[in-house]
């Protein structure tokens, strides 16, 4: 990838965030802030919230949402306590289900977007599974599965997964408190780490690329 194909992809990334930014901003002070509200209002049960939280990422649903509202449902500590304990409940069911029921349908979606498993070296599998995680690109729930079925052992796939994902959710959760308390000037400010933690990224995974074997 050229210079300009990694200014442009992160220009995108930038314009991304900030219209999503605007959008929320929107959406709280517009029309639609009523169904913002109930969505985070305190009386909404917690408990009906956290089961969905555990079930609706496994099969496809944008995580991005929840990590969104648990900020602006929850203190910040609760909020990530449920996030990280969740996150670890998504790998424990991935794994099993990856590699028995649903790998079937797992293969055929891989097909259908012309994704090819990840073929990570008996030894030295660590840091390429961590690379892969990190990198942005495919959903929570296809990332899981797609490490599941590389190959590497439960345990590695476990702390990997749950660690790399959690980390990266992080953001998320500040942000959302930020929208719940209105903070919008935190909110911009979260917008401007996450976009520089995607640039270290993007460094990082491009190094490693061009690292000499």
């Not at 097909?111 to 959903?139: C, D, E, H, Y």
């Amino acid at each position: 990838m050229n210079a300009f194909a990694r200014i442009g992809r992160g220009a995108l990334i930038v314009v991304i965030l900030l219209a999503a930014a605007g959008l929320v901003y929107v959406a709280i002070e517009g029309r639609i802030g009523g169904l913002w509200s109930d969505l985070i209002d305190e009386e909404t049960h917690a408990a009906t919230f956290i089961i969905l939280f555990l079930i609706l990422p496994v099969v496809g649903f944008p995580i991005s949402v929840f990590l969104i509202l648990l900020g602006a449902k929850f203190d910040p500590g609760p909020a990530l306590l449920i996030m990280f304990s969740a996150m670890a409940v998504h790998q424990a069911i991935t794994f099993p289900a990856g590699n028995t029921l649903l790998r079937p349908l797992i293969e055929k979606v891989l097909t259908r977007r012309n994704v090819s498993l990840p073929q990570f070296p008996k030894k030295g599998f660590i840091w390429p599974s961590i690379v892969f995680m990190a990198v942005p690109g495919l959903s929570y729930t296809l990332k899981n599965y797609i490490l599941s079925l590389s190959g590497i052992p439960f345990g590695h796939f476990f702390l990997i997964a749950w660690l790399v994902q959690a980390m990266m959710g992080i953001p998320l959760v500040l942000a959302g408190e930020a929208v719940g308390a209105r903070h919008f000037r935190l909110l911009m400010i979260i917008l401007f780490i996450m976009v520089m933690i995607y640039a270290v990224r993007f460094w990082i995974i491009r190094r490693h690329k061009h690292k000499p074997e």
